[in-house]
């Protein structure tokens, strides 16, 4: 989106940019930030770190299909994950 402030560089994703923005750094974070980092900055490579994989292919079917429809499923599963994976979410 041209207007959002969450925007990626060579070598920084929108996600790292919502984090800085919103002074925000947990566990959780600490552990999707290198797999978010992959799966948006190297795709190409992401079959180096099976992990982000796994956690894309799940992620990526709970996504709303449509404009309007509410993605509470993605996010209840990226709070799973960062439970299941050991610390807070």
């Known amino acids: 989106m041209p207007d959002s402030p969450y ?4 070598r920084n994703t929108a996600f790292d940019a919502a984090l800085r923005i919103h002074n925000i750094d947990t566990p959780c ?3 999707l930030q290198p797999m978010v980092r992959l799966l948006e900055l190297a795709k190409w490579r992401k079959s180096s770190m099976p992990a982000a994989e796994a956690f894309e292919a799940e992620l990526v079917s709970l996504l709303p ?15 799973r994950y960062c439970v299941r994976e050991g610390g807070d979410s």
């Open 7 to 10: 925007r990626r560089s060579g």
């Open 29 to 31: 974070t600490r552990r």
């Open 65 to 79: 299909g449509r404009p309007g429809e509410e993605p509470d499923a993605a996010f209840a599963f990226i709070d």
